[in-house]
T-cell receptor, first 111, second 113 residues
Framework: GQNIDQPTEMTATEGAIVQINCTYQ??????LFWYQQHAGEAPTFLSY????GLEEKGRFSSFLSRSKGYSYLLLKELQMKDSASYLC????????????FGQGTTLQVKP | GAGVSQSPSNKVTEKGKDVELRCDPI?????LYWYRQSLGQGLEFLIY????????KSGLPSDRFSAERTGGSVSTLTIQRTQQEDSAVYLC???????????FGSGTRLTVV
């Protein structure tokens, strides 16, 4: 079957670093995505990994290990506005753009 | 348009009634996707349209759900004889080239009472 796991909730302090993990088991792999979703709003694209390694984009970085079926999203210099849900999603082998989503990790940033 | 537009933003309906949800994708985007997000859950794929190809309906949860896309642009998701478990946020996304390029709409929050 297809399964994507990520922690349900995390809490971190403003200014700190937080790592949100995602493990996946899918029948194929065409890339892994991270989205940010504030309460009541649409998900917005954060990052895309298709090859192993680290992709850095400002305060956010995303890592992928295809052999381990593992990714993480790293958020540095946390700000209060980073409080949101972070969704891990995998595009399977069909290359259609159809994404399989995890349940999302709700991150609360505290002062 | 500048973004993906969904209407209505909120819909409250009585159990057993039919509802129609509308999605207006970004102009020129050939791919259109519908997802459902239940409270505290991740996004669940429903249906996918790509150009003039037959849609991928593999995620539709029952035959009460159907969707169409007219003229390769606007899409309508119809839920017949709504049930309380249909209550969720229905999200639409469009893309020019598959998964790496999604833009989501703000969703329709459906509440079945």
């Amino acid at each position: 079957g297809q399964n994507i796991d990520q922690p349900t909730e995390m809490t971190a302090t403003e200014g700190a670093i937080v790592q949100i993990n995602c493990t996946y088991q899918t029948s194929g792999f065409n890339g892994l995505f991270w989205y940010q979703q504030h309460a009541g709003e649409a998900p917005t694209f954060l990052s895309y990994n298709v090859l192993d390694g680290l992709e850095e984009k400002g305060r956010f970085s995303s890592f992928l290990s295809r052999s381990k079926g593992y990714s993480y999203l790293l958020l540095k210099e946390l700000q209060m506005k980073d409080s949101a849900s972070y969704l891990c999603a995998v595009e399977g082998s069909s290359n259609t753009g159809k994404l399989i989503f995890g349940q999302g990790t709700t991150l609360q940033v505290k002062p | 348009g500048a973004g993906v537009s969904q209407s209505p933003s909120n819909k409250v309906t009585e159990k057993g009634k039919d509802v129609e949800l509308r999605c207006d994708p970004i102009s020129g985007h050939t791919a259109l996707y519908w997802y459902r997000q239940s409270l505290g859950q991740g996004l669940e794929f429903l249906i996918y349209f790509q150009g003039n190809s037959a849609p991928d309906k593999s995620g539709l949860p029952s035959d009460r759900f159907s969707a169409e896309r007219t003229g390769g642009s606007v899409s309508t998701l119809t839920i017949q004889r709504t049930q309380q478990e249909d209550s969720a946020v229905y999200l639409c996304a469009s893309s020019l080239y598959g998964g790496n390029g999604y833009t989501f709409g703000s969703g329709t929050r459906l509440t079945v009472v």
